[in-house]
């Protein structure tokens, strides 16, 4: 596609639920990221992907956060058992290759609400 | 490991004034620096890069930066603001393979 896609754009969800937000990638984008990013800061890495390949996780915030990308193009990061302070805009990325010289172009986000 | 920090949380400007948005970095070598601006309840535009070569960047919507490794800094200029540029602007450097970012800096501008 043109553009970084994420679905939903907007989700409430209720504590202790689950949930699962979508980031389809620039097609043949190779590196795909996701980011939180909470009210009023700036975007804080979570995790990234070089194809199917989860290279670093370091991010996470705890084992509740799992991200995949089994096929190396469409990305799932799933939050089980939210919990209020995962309430954030969570921004996916992605770049031809994976230094990012050629830039990271970013989707709209997902914000997601835990009440 | 490899950071940014943007000393600025809030700026107003009027109108057709100048601006200058700082960034410092700390990075050894030569860094992947960016800036993005992010309006509201939208996603990240990228406004210009640097990676290496010429260390003043033009980019888009009259944006320029300046790269000085003697300052660690790479600052974002615009010489004339206009009112669509109030948004959030955010500093980043590539850090093993991931950009980091810095806490960002708001824009307001007043006509």
């Known amino acids: 596609g043109a553009g970084v896609s994420q679905s939903p754009r907007y989700k409430v969800a209720k504590r202790g639920q689950d949930v699962a937000l979508r980031c389809d990638p620039i097609?043949?984008?190779?590196?795909l990221f996701w980011y939180q990013q909470a009210l009023g800061q700036g975007p804080e890495f979570l995790t990234y992907f070089q194809n199917e390949a989860q290279l670093d996780k370091s991010g996470l915030p705890s084992d509740r956060f799992f991200a995949e990308r089994p096929e190396g193009s469409v990305s799932t990061l799933k939050i089980q058992r939210t919990q209020q302070e995962d309430s954030a805009v969570y921004l996916c990325a992605s770049s031809l290759a994976g230094r990012g010289t050629e830039g990271y172009t970013f989707g709209s986000g997902t914000r997601l609400t835990v009440v | 490991a490899q950071s940014v920090t943007q000393p600025d949380i809030h700026i107003t400007v009027s109108e057709g004034a100048s601006l200058e948005l700082r960034c410092n970095y700390s990075y050894g070598a030569t860094p992947y620096l960016f800036w993005y601006v992010q309006s509201p309840g939208q996603g990240l535009q990228l406004l210009l890069k640097y990676f290496s070569g010429d260390t003043l960047v033009q980019g888009i919507k009259g944006f320029e930066a300046e790269f000085k490794r003697s300052q660690s800094s790479f600052n974002l200029r615009k010489p004339s603001v206009h009112w669509s540029d109030a948004a959030e602007y955010f500093c980043?450097?590539?850090?093993?393979?991931?950009?980091?970012f810095g806490t960002g800096t708001r824009l307001q501008v007043f006509p």
């Open positions: 980043a450097v590539v850090s093993t393979d991931k950009l980091i």
């Open positions: 097609s043949g984008h190779v590196s």
